[in-house]
C-alpha cells in the first residue's frame, strides 16, 4: 500500500529543535514534489516547506525562512522538516504531502503529526 507516514513529534519547550520525518512507503516519489503543510487548531492548513524528491528546488513559505529546512534522505527514503528556534506559534498537526511536479492536487497523504510547544 502506498502512504506517506509523518513521525517525529512531541511536546518541546521554546527554543528547541525539532525534526519531523515523511516516510515514503511503498513507492518512490520520482516527479514528485513533497511538501510540508501545518495546521493549528482553528487555523486554515498552512504550507511550511516544499522539496522536489530528487532534492533539489527546495522552497519555504517566506515567514519562515530560516528556521526550517527541509532535506531528502535519499537512504531512508524519507523528507526531512527540520524546525529551529521553536516557537509556541509552531504548535500545530504537521502534514506531508506528494504531489506531480508541475502538479497542484496531491495524491497522497500522511495521517499528521502533532508538534505542541511549551513556552
Known amino acids: 500500500q502506498v502512504r506517506l507516514v509523518e513521525s517525529g513529534g512531541g511536546i518541546v519547550q521554546a527554543g528547541d529543535s525539532l525534526t519531523l520525518s515523511c516516510a515514503a512507503i511503498g513507492r518512490t516519489f520520482s516527479n514528485y514534489s513533497i511538501d510540508w503543510f501545518r495546521q493549528a487548531p482553528g487555523k486554515d492548513l498552512e504550507k511550511v516547506a516544499t522539496i522536489n524528491w530528487n532534492g533539489g528546488n527546495a522552497r519555504y513559505q517566506d515567514s519562515l525562512k530560516g528556521r526550517f529546512t527541509i532535506a531528502k534522505d535519499n537512504d531512508k527514503n524519507t523528507v526531512a522538516l527540520q524546525i529551529h528556534s521553536l516557537k509556541p506559534e509552531d504548535s500545530a498537526t504537521y502534514y506531508c504531502?506528494?504531489?506531480?511536479?508541475?502538479?497542484?492536487?496531491?495524491?497522497?497523504w500522511g495521517q499528521g503529526t502533532q508538534v505542541t510547544v511549551s513556552s
Open positions: 504531502g506528494a504531489r506531480p511536479i508541475w502538479g497542484v492536487k496531491y495524491d497522497y
